[in-house]
């Protein structure tokens, strides 16, 4: 947690938060200097940062933050973090620091902030069970898993020639290797982990073509996503089963649906507040967790 923050709130039950005045014995001590005899001190200092634009913001993700990790931290897998933070840095690669910079982020706070995003996971599922009516009409829609290979450029006409060479009878696997631009796959012939349309890791543009692919077709067309061109070949496209067996990966399914649901999540968070007894004793920064008051436990209602 920031050091400069904690002082922004006090908070009850279950959240430690240190006040800015509370680390010494006066407000008025100094923080900074300038010219023969002036200062800034903590008062000072503190009364500045409450009126930045983003204070209310600041002060909502830390209250956030540690009532999550008060109420849910123990079941939090701390490989779970470093594997997710791992997976951005290797999505980035040599940009990821123009990545966390672009979004005003360091690398601790962007830890901290895949950690609010996890246990916001624990929280949801804690907090809301579905129900048979619910996964049913999932099972309406639902489609499982595929496996794919993929070849991603980053020019369109680059796609197109390897196409062209599929169409020779050119293999998919040593065009991967040979043009694919995503080195965590082109060395095992751009061979993906099973997905669904649920995934969040890839475009829907790419999931939507994939779909629409047989065991042994690949894309005949170039694929846009966000990063450049896409060709797809199909490894697995099982059939759907039955419902009864897939009702883990169904459950799974509308979580994934509930975390994207901004409604959702807010009442959630609501509960997890209401549940700590958070409280801003600020007057200047009461406001900066109204979107949280009057939300029910349920979440869905």
């Known amino acids: 947690m920031d050091k400069l923050l904690k002082g922004l709130i006090t908070a009850v039950t279950g959240i430690s938060l240190l006040s800015l005045t509370g680390c010494s014995k006066s407000n008025n001590t100094e923080v900074a200097q300038y010219g023969k005899d002036k200062k800034i001190t903590q008062q000072e200092f503190y009364k500045e940062l409450k009126s930045a634009p983003s204070s209310k913001n600041i002060l909502a993700n830390l209250l956030i933050y540690d009532a999550l990790k008060a109420q849910y931290g123990e079941k939090l897998n701390s490989k779970e973090v470093t594997q997710e933070y791992n997976n951005y840095k290797e999505r980035y690669g040599s940009q990821f620091d123009e990545f966390l910079a672009q979004n005003s982020y360091t690398k601790s706070s962007f830890k901290r902030m895949i950690q609010i995003n996890l246990l916001s996971e624990i929280a949801l599922r804690s907090q809301i069970k579905p129900t048979n009516k619910e996964l049913k009409a999932e099972w309406?829609?639902?489609?499982?898993?595929?496996?794919?290979?993929?070849?991603?450029?980053?020019?369109?006409?680059?796609?197109?020639?390897?196409?062209?060479?599929?169409?020779?009878?050119?293999?998919?696997?040593?065009?991967?290797?040979?043009?694919?631009?995503?080195?965590?796959?082109?060395?095992?012939?751009?061979?993906?982990?099973?997905?669904?349309?649920?995934?969040?890791?890839?475009?829907?543009?790419?999931?939507?073509?994939?779909?629409?692919?047989?065991?042994?077709?690949?894309?005949?067309?170039?694929?846009?996503?966000?990063?450049?061109?896409?060709?797809?070949?199909?490894?697995?496209?099982?059939?759907?089963?039955?419902?009864?067996?897939?009702?883990?990966?169904?459950?799974?399914?509308?979580?994934?649906?509930?975390?994207?649901?901004?409604?959702?999540?807010?009442?959630?968070?609501?509960?997890?507040?209401?549940?700590?007894?958070?409280?801003?004793?600020?007057?200047?920064?009461?406001?900066?967790?109204?979107?949280?008051?009057?939300?029910?436990?349920?979440?869905?209602n």
């Open 140 to 300: 309406k829609t639902y489609q499982p898993k595929i496996t794919v290979q993929h070849i991603l450029v980053t020019s369109h006409s680059i796609a197109e020639e390897i196409i062209n060479q599929l169409d020779n009878g050119k293999s998919f696997s040593s065009l991967a290797k040979k043009y694919s631009v995503d080195s965590s796959t082109s060395t095992n012939g751009g061979k993906l982990a099973p997905f669904n349309q649920a995934n969040k890791n890839w475009d829907s543009t790419f999931k939507n073509a994939a779909y629409k692919l047989k065991n042994g077709e690949y894309t005949n067309t170039p694929v846009k996503v966000t990063n450049g061109y896409e060709i797809i070949k199909m490894i697995n496209h099982p059939a759907k089963g039955r419902f009864e067996n897939n009702r883990a990966e169904l459950t799974n399914n509308l979580y994934a649906k509930w975390a994207a649901n901004s409604t959702v999540m807010r009442n959630v968070i609501s509960q997890v507040l209401k549940d700590q007894n958070v409280k801003i004793t600020d007057k200047d920064l009461k406001s900066a967790l109204d979107q949280y008051k009057g939300s029910t436990k349920s979440g869905l």
